[in-house]
């Protein structure tokens, strides 16, 4: 999880003198940074080993009952998508993020919230009287590894979630390339074997030798992939945030994207978005973007120095 990642690792690095204990659970063989310790479960006896705590924050909506009641609490909130997407999750799931969300959100001292976007769902779901706390996320994790924007080779298409379906982006790249030979080739992340064959079926023989599909890509294959796009298309009919975005907003690279309340709040009121699902537009949008066309002002973004400063200062 790219947030629990930067968020544990500028906290080591920008206040080292800071004691931090990471609960997870048994088996679960995630690697700990310097001055990150790991216990393994949840038992109370891990509360009792770790000593005194100042606070406890779970980068989920959920608080385990044996973190004790006087420890002020904090929870962060990305999206809703067991509503926003019930298909995508078992009845099982939902009601565990249904009752488990419910108790961890009234139990927390402060709900943290990826944007306003999300902030509002809160309020209109758990009522106003819950402690609604919007956080800035950062999106310098490529630049503080060391990555700048490359030579643009092709258009970049993120779907690996529903929401962001890879037939929307097809149609809207096969339609750019109908209106302007010049468009680049493109790569699709986030689809797997199956999904990628179902679509190239329908693909043309010029289409095939410029269409990739990609299911995961390691760390520094997916950074030279994304530094190295003419723009990159987030289609998605939902989003709670959309870090791709503001990922491409810190090198400089094109966004075409459909309008969304979470990416206006991350691209800026006069960033120019196509309407839901609206091929034609978002196509005329890519065109621009590839060829240098549009003005794109993108605004500025956070970093996750300021993300953990955020937190740090609301939970103390």
Known sequence: MILAENVMQRWVETHP???????????DDVGTRSRVMAHLGRRTKDFDEAGPMDFYLSLNP???????????????VHDFRHEQEPERFSRQETLYRRLMWKKGIHRADVVFTNSEETARHVTARFGSGIAVNVLPIGADHMSHRGVVRLEPMHVLA??????????????VWRRAYELDAGVPPLCIVGVDDAQAAELERDLGPEERCRVTFSESLGENEFDRLFASSAAVLMLSSEEGFGLPVAEAAQLDIPVVAYELPALRETLGSAYPLAAQGDVESAAALLCDAVRGDAVLHHPPTHSWNDTVDHLRAALR
Do not use: E, F, Y
């Open 17 to 27: 003198d800071d004691h931090i204990v990471v609960w997870r659970p048994k088996g």
């Open 62 to 76: 959920t608080v385990p009952p044996t973190v004790p009641r006087q420890i002020r609490t904090g929870v962060l």
């Open 158 to 171: 993120i779907c690996h979630r529903a929401n962001k379906p890879a037939s929307t982006a097809l149609a």
